[in-house]
């Protein structure tokens, strides 16, 4: 083996990463597509007046992949990593097609509670995992990542368009159309997954690892975070920036596609230098810097630009280097259960992120919900401080993979 061939990705690691982030891209574009026009439909339908049901039909999805993320998981340990995927883009199928064919809120969120049951986050990273060698993990990590980023950006601009032109009915028929290609790819794209040992993930294995459940902790802190971003960010350009609903993907994409920009040499310096935990700690603190920062200068729409910026660049150098770091030190035997897990707590921190972010905005305003993410986060910054860095492995060949299933 030459160095360069250790020191670069092989053809089919870039397949895997590239593939996997397709399939991770068309899934959540349908979820990502609704956020935008949903609110607007909903008086449409029956029951779709009362505001607390159609905040459900919203984060109905989130809570029922909480619920289902740690057996997606272990399944996977247990049946493999294919065959859980394909199972769960079906549900997802299946959950889109109900809420086509919906004739009131109530069918809407049935729907949207199946699209959830379809938790394949683990599965997902976990084959990348098994796919990819572990100097190269955090790049494939950071393409998942960035793919999410990538179709929330494009939600933005074409929702509104979409729902000019379908309607609702036809965007959710988009989305069972979306998850059908991804079962073909995860069939026909996806390199052959190793075999995985025909064992169930054992969860005191990963509770009783205080490296696992720190992390666990962070991911759950920053989609929080996240989530509340939400709640502040659309009002806060319409009041403090002038920018009418309709013209926000103006902010959101620059700052998504600016944060890419930064993250890239970020997650070559993490991987190549061995610095993971210094980049990781660097990014969680950056966290705190943008909830003071908007909190205390949050008043102009260059200002909520410029923090929202920074705060894109935070979030998709951890979204790449947490279910890394997850992947490298978990037991092999349960590295789905761990994911499962990860996946777990952060469906609940988008949860729930939802509910403090509204209650905390409506009760005591803004720069209260800020202050108490900024809390969150340097808690968060506390407790990495106290984490070992994950073990820089001798650089094996690439995996021997073929494509098929």
């Known amino acids: 083996m030459s160095a360069p061939e250790s020191d670069s990705m092989s053809p089919q690691e870039r397949r895997a990463g590239i593939s996997l982030a397709a399939i991770f891209a068309l899934r959540m574009l349908g979820l990502f597509l609704i956020l935008p026009v949903f609110a607007v439909h909903a008086p449409t339908v029956p029951g779709g007046d009362d505001l ?12 029922t992949q909480a619920c289902l993320q740690i057996p997606f998981g272990a399944a996977s340990d247990r049946f493999g990593r294919k065959p859980v995927i394909i199972a769960g883009l079906v549900l997802f199928a299946v959950g889109s097609m ?46 998942i990542g960035s ?12 929702a509104p368009v979409l729902y000019s032109a379908v309607g609702m009915s036809g965007i959710f028929w988009l989305t ?22 025909r064992a169930t993930g054992r969860f005191g294995d990963v509770l009783r690892s205080g490296q696992l459940m720190r992390l666990n902790f962070g ?47 970020a997650v070559i310096v993490a991987e190549r230098r ?19 920062g908007l909190m205390l200068f949050g008043n102009g729409l260059w200002s909520l630009a410029f923090w929202l910026t920074l705060f894109f660049c935070a979030f998709n ?74 073990p820089r492995r001798v650089q094996a060949a690439a995996p021997n993979m073929s494509s098929g299933t």
């Not at 009002?235 to 930064?262: D, R």
Request: positive net charge.
């Open 98 to 143: 109900v809420a086509a064919l919906a004739g009131s809120i109530g069918w809407i969120i049935f729907g949207r509670v199946l699209q959830g049951a379809g938790a394949i986050s683990a599965a997902v990273t976990a084959l990348a995992a098994d796919l990819t060698r572990d100097q190269h993990r955090t790049k494939v990590m950071a393409m």
């Open 274 to 292: 061995g610095w993971m935990k210094p980049v990781f700690l660097a990014a969680v603190g950056l966290l705190v810097i943008v909830q003071l």
């Open 317 to 390: 150098i951890l979204e790449a280097t947490q279910p890394s770091w997850i992947s490298k030190i978990a037991p092999a035997h349960a590295k789905g259960t761990a994911l499962g897990v990860y996946n777990t707590l952060q469906s609940a921190g988008l949860f729930l992120g939802g509910l403090l972010g509204g209650w905390l905005a409506q009760r005591f305003g803004a720069a209260a919900l800020n202050l108490v993410c900024a809390a969150l986060a340097l808690v968060w910054l506390a407790v990495a401080a106290t984490m070992n860095p994950p």
């Open 147 to 158: 793919s999410i980023g990538l179709v929330f950006a494009a939600s933005l601009v074409v």
């Open 219 to 265: 991911v759950f802190v920053l989609h929080l975070i996240q989530t509340t971003m939400w709640v502040m960010v659309p009002a806060a350009l319409v009041a403090h920036g002038g920018l009418p609903l309709p013209e926000h993907w103006k902010v959101y994409l620059p700052a998504v596609l600016l944060s890419f920009i930064a993250m890239v040499p």
């Open 176 to 197: 069972a159309f979306l998850a059908l290609a991804a079962i073909w790819m995860v069939v026909r794209v996806v390199p052959a997954a190793p075999p995985v040992p």
């Open 52 to 63: 607390m049901l159609v905040g459900l039909a919203i984060g109905a999805y989130g809570l």
